[in-house]
């Protein structure tokens, strides 16, 4: 087998008959068995994916037809419902709290035959940027376990970077895919908001969230999308779709292309390496015919601000639910008033009861209009920064993270600088339009990555984008020893 092992291949083995899907899942619990216990990717494991392996591999041997995924083993974030399954946020106060139907994700990758393989360590209740939140303790760069691997979804990018698993779920708020992906050298693909159903991820901000992916190349990503996406009657933002992106056919080739370069995402704060190795990148796609252009979005500088006003009133009304009295972590009071106290004040942790805070402060009366209204006002006008730009150019182009992986603790206790690691990130959502970030090289032996975001619903241009780099450099190949 290939040291890499990729959707695309494993697809190839298993159809060749060169490994069954029994042998394919094996290997990947043994990895993880065996390795996790370095990173602690994972929360958990599937007890039944061998046997539903054996049962894959019975179906082949019999000539059935099978689902494009048949036999493939991938990872959950644990915000993701799957039936049976114990789905926690990374947050005690969902502690047992156990899936009692399949998310859309969930039930589209079961029906294309892939095999649920585990559930993916994450930022608690997905209020992190590098999954140190987490109630069961810290994901670890597979690069260097001595880093973060970024958050919300560390677990799930930390799982496809170090072996375990081709393909991995996840949901991106305001960069919980892209930044980790960035970090832990993989792809990561936060598509347009709407094109996936969000039925069955356990909420944090409505407007803002997404499920999305971690792969090693684009043709994965693309064909991980095709599965997952379109139209659900369970999700009213969900979208139909009058086309997909088709991995065989995404062309390898940026000549004529325009690719938006904004000058705000290149001023202080970044790593001087990051940003000259970002550069680079661009410069390769400019030789492959890309033509790049100088652009400008000026209400960028106010995304951070806007992003931390939105995210935590919404998150503030999502949480409201989790009282402990029908399901999760339960505390007893004196009176039912300290038993919601009590129950609250332990189950979640200190940057969720921050943000809670937070939100419940900006939406309550004589504040609502100077904080909440305003930023909505002000997140209209990023959307239509883009919108001007996306009209100049094909594509936009930028750094996804101002740095790469830092140390586990360094910034735990300041959440300012914490939340500033999303900079390059939180926009994309903001605006509701497809971002994905690729490997584009490694500063001080740890990766970087190129964030490319584009009109919405045109996420074969970024596939288009993504592809034609890849296959001009070996990024994407390299994985941690």
């Known amino acids: 087998m290939d040291d890499l092992l990729t959707v695309t291949v494993a697809k190839k083995l298993l159809e060749k008959g060169t490994i069954s899907s029994e042998t394919l899942v094996s290997m990947c619990l043994e990895r993880i068995k065996a390795q996790d216990e370095k990173t602690?990717?994972?929360?958990?494991?599937?007890?039944?994916?061998?046997?539903?392996?054996?049962?894959?591999?019975?179906?082949?041997?019999?000539?059935?037809?099978?689902?494009?995924?048949?036999?493939?083993?991938?990872?959950?974030?644990?915000?993701?419902?799957?039936?049976?399954?114990?789905?926690?946020?990374?947050?005690?106060?969902?502690?047992?709290?156990?899936?009692?139907?399949?998310?859309?994700?969930?039930?589209?990758?079961?029906?294309?035959?892939?095999?649920?393989?585990?559930?993916?360590?994450?930022?608690?209740?997905?209020?992190?940027?590098?999954?140190?939140?987490?109630?069961?303790?810290?994901?670890?760069?597979p690069w260097d376990t001595t880093k973060v691997p970024g958050g919300s979804s560390g677990g799930s990018a930390a799982a496809v970077a170090a072996g375990f698993v081709p393909v991995a779920f996840g949901s991106d708020t305001g960069g919980s895919i892209r930044q980790p992906a960035s970090l832990c050298g993989v792809v990561g693909l936060k598509p347009t908001y709407g094109r996936v159903s969000r039925y069955g991820l356990i909420a944090l901000s409505s407007s803002l969230d997404?499920?999305?992916?971690?792969?090693?190349?684009?043709?994965?990503?693309?064909?991980?999308?095709?599965?997952?996406?379109?139209?659900d009657p369970h999700d009213a933002t969900s979208v139909d779709l009058t086309q997909t992106t088709v991995p065989e056919l995404i062309e390898k080739d940026v000549s004529g292309l325009r690719l938006g370069l904004p000058k705000e995402y290149f001023l202080e704060g970044m790593?001087?390496?990051?940003?000259?190795?970002?550069?680079?990148?661009?410069?390769?796609?400019?030789?492959?015919?890309?033509?790049?252009?100088?652009?400008?979005?000026?209400?960028?500088?106010?995304?951070?601000?806007?992003?931390?006003?939105?995210?935590?009133?919404?998150a503030s009304s999502n949480l409201g639910r989790f009282d402990g009295l029908r399901y999760g972590y339960h505390s007893s009071g004196q009176n039912l008033k300290e038993t919601y106290e009590r129950?609250?004040?332990?189950?979640?942790?200190?940057?969720?009861?921050?943000?809670?805070?937070?939100?419940?402060?900006?939406?309550?009366?004589?504040?609502?209009?100077?904080?909440?209204?305003?930023?909505?006002?002000?997140?209209s006008l990023i959307k239509k920064d883009f919108d001007d730009a996306l009209k100049i150019v094909d594509a936009i182009v930028t750094p996804t993270s101002p740095s790469v992986a830092w140390g586990l603790g360094e910034k735990f206790n300041?959440?300012?600088?914490?939340?500033?690691?999303?900079?390059?990130?939180?926009?994309?959502?903001?605006?509701?339009?497809?971002?994905?970030?690729?490997?584009?090289?490694?500063?001080?032996?740890?990766?970087?990555?190129?964030?490319?975001?584009?009109?919405?619903?045109?996420?074969?241009?970024?596939?288009?984008?993504?592809?034609?780099?890849?296959?001009?450099?070996?990024?994407?190949?390299?994985?941690?020893?």
């Not at 054996?54 to 644990?78: N, S």
């Not at 661009?282 to 951070?304: F, N, Q, T």
């Open 210 to 231: 997404q499920i999305g992916l971690f792969a090693h190349t684009v043709e994965d990503a693309s064909l991980m999308l095709q599965v997952i996406e379109g139209k």
């Open 40 to 141: 602690h990717a994972f929360l958990g494991l599937s007890q039944t994916a061998i046997e539903e392996a054996r049962a894959i591999d019975v179906r082949r041997k019999a000539g059935d037809e099978l689902g494009p995924l048949a036999g493939i083993p991938v990872a959950m974030k644990d915000n993701m419902l799957v039936q049976g399954w114990e789905s926690t946020a990374g947050a005690l106060i969902l502690e047992g709290h156990k899936g009692a139907y399949n998310a859309t994700v969930t039930q589209r990758l079961k029906d294309a035959g892939a095999i649920l393989i585990g559930r993916t360590n994450m930022d608690d209740a997905a209020m992190g940027s590098s999954t140190e939140t987490s109630h069961w303790g810290p994901t670890k760069n």
């Open 414 to 481: 300041d959440p300012l600088t914490m939340y500033l690691s999303d900079i390059y990130t939180i926009t994309a959502n903001l605006a509701t339009i497809p971002a994905m970030s690729i490997p584009c090289g490694f500063v001080d032996d740890l990766p970087v990555g190129l964030q490319i975001m584009g009109k919405p619903f045109d996420e074969y241009t970024l596939f288009k984008i993504g592809a034609t780099y890849q296959s001009l450099t070996d990024w994407h190949l390299r994985t941690p020893s």
């Open 343 to 379: 129950t609250r004040g332990e189950g979640f942790g200190r940057e969720v009861k921050r943000r809670i805070m937070l939100g419940s402060y900006t939406l309550s009366a004589g504040y609502y209009d100077a904080y909440y209204r305003k930023a909505l006002k002000v997140r």
């Open 271 to 314: 790593d001087p390496q990051v940003k000259k190795t970002v550069l680079e990148a661009v410069e390769r796609l400019e030789k492959a015919g890309a033509k790049i252009e100088e652009i400008s979005l000026p209400h960028a500088e106010y995304a951070l601000a806007t992003y931390y006003i939105i995210q935590p009133a919404e």
